[in-house]
């Protein structure tokens, strides 16, 4: 869900992956329904492992595991406390749906944010805040 918020809100300020620890075997089919409603398919997406993506690309990793993370990561590691909605009604799904909206949401406030050019001498200033951010989950 995450990922595909990102994707469409965020492509201007990060290039978000997905990965997990202990990743399912397929995207839920009430994941895909929940995220239809708010015009987002997930089309190509898919659960993977934390080791299949190269962490060393990312500043930023986003733990909504509820599990510690391996000390090797190299980034900043924020931790969203978000339940996981698998095996429950639909009505959990909405609420987790629209839990991560709004995280990601600030996110992408929060970077665009810092991203704001700071002027000098009518001349913008580079930072490595005004590229990208990349993100997994």
């Known amino acids: 869900m995450a990922e595909g918020f990102a994707r469409r809100y965020g492509s201007?300020?990060?290039e978000p992956a997905s990965a997990g620890l202990a990743p399912a075997s397929i995207i839920q089919p009430l994941t895909?329904?929940?995220?239809?409603?708010?015009n987002i398919r997930l089309d190509g997406q898919y659960p993977k492992d934390l080791s299949a993506i190269d962490l060393g690309k990312f500043d930023m990793v986003v733990n909504m595991s509820g599990m510690p993370l391996p000390s090797r990561i190299p980034a900043e590691i924020r931790v969203w406390d978000v339940e996981d909605?698998?095996?429950r009604e639909e009505e959990a799904y909405i609420a987790v749906r629209d839990q991560i909206e709004m995280l990601v949401m600030r996110?992408?406030?929060e970077l665009r944010q810092a991203q704001k050019p700071k002027k000098q001498s009518g001349l913008r200033t580079q930072t490595p805040a005004n590229r990208p951010q990349k993100l997994s989950r």
């Not at 895909?32 to 708010?38: I, L, P, T």
């Open 85 to 87: 909605p698998i095996g």
């Open 107 to 109: 996110l992408i406030l």
């Open 12 to 14: 201007d300020v990060l």
């Open 32 to 38: 895909r329904k929940v995220m239809e409603e708010k």
